[in-house]
């Protein structure tokens, strides 16, 4: 499986955009980029996943460079309730070969 | 919506002991997953069943046995415990065609 790497931390003022980068330039054809988050210790939460095209959805949008070698989580309106660790994970798309393998994510810090 | 229903939640063990974890995955979900994290770590993925059958398998200690059931819930044994066996245990469920992860609350286990 691919890796990934982010920057261990990050900070956001609260309502504006945070911009989360994803780098993964050993990505293979069929493996799509994964976005979860972990609000502290409890269950990892999914956000979005996208194979090469942009994507959006009613928590955020991923991009992702023309040749898939990294990718950027939007989240348009940042809460303090987005204070996390997110991860950026490259796995296959089909679930039952779909193991996910957690890198150290970034954590998000929100700040008022 | 029903959500994944891991049981117990906290569960304190001696070593040496044996314990079982419980995952109820979401009504008509067909695959379910086993994570495991430590203290301070991010989550390691153990094992993963699709259709009552392994579909896959990660660091899973020999000591450690799992399966998926007619009602497709899972079960994780977990035996001889040790001290570094204290973690918090994820289990998550998808429905086949879509590696998205719903994850349950956890089960925190202390060995004493």
């Known amino acids: 499986d691919a890796k990934t790497t982010q920057p261990p931390s990050m900070d956001c003022a609260e309502g504006r955009a945070a911009n989360l980068p994803c780098n993964h330039s050993?990505?293979?054809?069929?493996?799509?980029v994964y976005w979860y988050r972990q609000i502290h210790s409890q269950g990892p939460q999914y956000i979005i996943h996208g194979l090469k095209n942009n994507e959006t959805n009613e928590m955020a949008s991923l991009i992702i460079t023309e040749d898939r070698k990294s990718s950027t989580l939007i989240l348009p309106h940042a809460t303090l309730r987005d204070t996390a660790v997110y991860y950026c994970i490259v796995a296959h798309g089909s679930s039952n070969t779909g193991k996910l393998i957690f890198g150290q994510g970034t954590t998000l810090q929100v700040k008022p | 919506a029903a959500g994944v229903i891991q049981s117990p939640r906290h569960l304190i063990k001696e070593k040496r002991e044996t314990a079982t974890l419980k995952c109820y995955p979401i009504p008509r979900h067909d695959t379910v997953y086993w994570y495991q994290q430590g203290p301070g770590q991010d989550p390691q993925f153990l094992i993963s069943f699709y259709e009552k059958m392994q579909s896959d398998k990660g660091s899973i200690p020999d000591r450690f046995s799992a399966q998926q059931f007619s009602d497709y819930h899972s079960e994780l044994n977990m035996s001889s415990l040790e001290l570094g066996d204290s973690a918090l245990y994820f289990c998550?469920?998808?429905?086949?065609?879509?590696?998205?992860?719903?994850f349950g609350a956890g089960t925190r286990l202390s060995v004493l």
């Open positions: 998550a469920s998808s429905s086949s065609g879509a590696n998205i992860q719903y």
């Open positions: 050993t990505i293979s054809g069929n493996e799509y």
